[in-house]
């Protein structure tokens, strides 16, 4: 009987042994998806930029002497014609005087000349005198002549450097520093200008493009040439304080070559600058605007970098996640401007996307907004 129950026993034990173990599969996780499609879009590109007002000259003198007057301030603003420096005129007007004497005995010389020859017209008329003399008080007569036109050009020029002992503003504009104070000896060839003007109702900003950004650009703008700039697209002023300047500006130059030791070419845009707001000298940023018609954006929190390249997790129609690189052209806000990789109507999972692998299955979580809504700049 022990027997028999032993042996009832040990069957009943390897029956139990013998039954495979089975594993219960882990559930799908559930992931929040987006749905991707097509929509027009403004990204924009930023050059660093040097500001120069419309006009920036050294006002330098122009003839040497003595600085009599100062008749301005540091960072004043002047009106075109405007006085700005006086310099001693005494030694000039002295030059212009001796200058005047010289031409009215010019022209008493030329007086007498003709008097010698309208004496000796009639005694080679009647043959009293030969006609050499009379050439020779001819020619006397034209050497006189011109020895006044020579008294005059001394006394324009006497003139001319008398108007140059009062310096005037070329232009309006701000004033800058003044190196030179009243008193101190000034001349043409002083390494230092005697101050500098800058018009700065317009301001120019020359920015720089790289090759490929300016062929880009050209893709963009193929109609654009040196000539031809009416049809480009206004562009904006960020200042060093990252505040956008509040009116827009025109390109109106592009450099005819490219710097070779840069590797870029220079533009310049042209911004209004009636409230003085813009210095010379001042630096800033470009922003260019470009318009993406067909344009598909993905949020950068749903994408993935990995050895320079950005990855997002697509779902196909079964649910199932496969990784998959895009090209990214911009940004727009928080999100991806992209060209390759993905379509419209495309899914792809924008969190959780860390535990997956390929192939594996979710369970979509659709969000109220199939579409993420994107905030542009």
Known sequence: MKSILLLSTVVFLFGCAAEPATEIAAPAPTLPVVSISQTAETTFLEYPASLQGAVDLEIRPQVSGALEQVLVN??????????????????????????????????????????????????????????????TAKTA????????????????TAQINMGYTLIKAPVSGYIGRLPKKQGSLVSPSDPLPLTNLSDVHEIRVYFSLGEADFVNFKAKYPSATAGNLKNLAPVSLVLSDNSVYAQQGKIDMIDGQFDKNTGSITLRASFPNASGLLRSGNTGKVRLSLEHQDAMLVPQSATVEVQDKVFVYTVDQHNKVAKQPIKVIGTSGTNYLIKEGLKSGDRIVSKGFEILKDGDAIVPEVPNEKTPKIAAN
């Open 74 to 135: 540091e960072g004043a603003l002047v009106h075109a014609g405007q006085p700005l420096f006086k310099i001693n005129s005494l030694p000039f007007m002295e030059q212009l005087n001796n200058a005047k004497a010289n031409q009215r005995a010019a022209e008493a010389a030329v007086l007498n000349a003709q008097l010698e020859v309208d004496k000796l017209i009639p005694l080679v008329q009647n043959k009293v005198v030969s006609d050499f003399q009379l050439k």
């Open 141 to 156: 007569h034209q050497i006189a002549l011109a020895n006044v036109a020579q008294a005059k050009a001394s006394v324009g």
